[in-house]
């Protein structure tokens, strides 16, 4: 899928021209062009893949099927041709429809009945790069929190587990910036405890899969998020100063219009604006208004 088409031999400094031909898949893939030896690495992402639930149309991970098993379909999202595949990786799980596709599609899962008491077990089932999660439990088990919201710093809690008994059951972290202390197997009741990391970004949510039941972890961003605002401070003489106020770190680009509805353009020779507080309006001093009459700001 890459092909040298210029410099396949040469002598002294030269360029080489290598071709990659679009992935039709939605697996990303790795290849190496060797140039006088030396190894360049060609890495290429994958066609866009989702797996929805048919019922909400919302982005689905896990699932807790009945112990009498049952059907589970499964809606995959893609780009129109994009190829992919679906594969159970437990016996007691069986992919009856949709094991291959191309673009987007409908996957039916077989769940077998379980009738091992006071146990609990776990499928994966992996869709294209993604992978979908089957608990089943001979067991009522609730857990509380179901939600939990966690400082930009990061930080550790615990999540009371009640399964009744001794039953069987695992506790997975469904993003890699949180971790389960102390093990995925456990049985019976007690409290869980999960260590979330600190946050560099934006605002953030990922869950944590505990007996079968979802534990919801938003952690706050880095810096607090702001919507962008313009202000008008002052105008005399046809000079107008404005305040701007945004998320403090991030570049905000101040626009102006004749009219409400725009044509809204970039103010010419105005550099975007970085907000450095999120209580305090930035002053901006226009030289003149010309036919703005209207501003915004929008964070880029």
Do not use: C
Request: proline fraction near 7%; charged fraction near 15%; glycine fraction near 12%.
């Amino acid at each position: 899928w890459a092909t040298v088409l210029s410099g396949a031999s040469g002598s002294g400094t030269a360029s080489v021209g290598v071709k990659v031909e679009p992935n039709p898949t939605v697996y990303p893939r790795t290849g190496v062009v060797r140039i006088a030896e030396q190894p360049l690495t060609l890495n290429q992402a994958g066609r866009f893949l989702s797996v929805l639930n048919p019922e909400t149309n919302r982005p689905w991970e896990y699932t807790l099927a009945t112990t009498d098993g049952g059907l589970i379909t499964l809606k995959v999202q893609t780009e129109a041709g994009a190829t992919w595949e679906a594969i159970s990786l437990a016996d007691w799980v069986t992919v009856a429809v949709g094991a291959h596709g191309a673009g987007p599609g409908t996957i039916m899962l077989i769940v077998d009945a379980y009738a091992a008491s006071g146990n609990s077990r776990l499928a994966e089932v992996d869709i294209g790069p993604r992978k979908f999660l089957v608990v089943q439990r001979t067991y009522d088990a609730n857990v509380n929190p179901n939600a939990v919201d966690v400082a930009a710093g990061g930080g550790s809690g615990g999540i009371s587990v009640n399964v009744g008994g001794a039953g069987a059951w695992r506790a997975l972290s469904l993003v890699p910036w949180v971790r389960i202390i102390g093990g995925e197997n456990r049985s019976g009741s007690g409290i869980l405890n999960y260590e979330v990391d600190a946050n560099t970004g934006d605002i953030r949510s990922g869950s944590m899969l505990i007996a079968g039941e979802s534990v919801i972890v938003t952690q706050k961003p880095t810096t607090p998020v702001v919507p962008p605002r313009v202000s008008i401070a002052t105008v005399a003489g046809g000079q107008v100063r404005i305040g701007i106020r945004g998320t403090p770190g991030l570049a905000h680009t101040v626009e102006s219009a004749p009219e409400a509805y725009g044509p809204w353009q970039a103010l010419p020779g105005v550099s975007p604006i970085v907000p450095v507080s999120a209580d305090a309006d930035m002053l901006l001093d226009l030289p003149t208004a010309g036919a703005a009459k209207f501003f915004r700001v929008r964070r880029d």
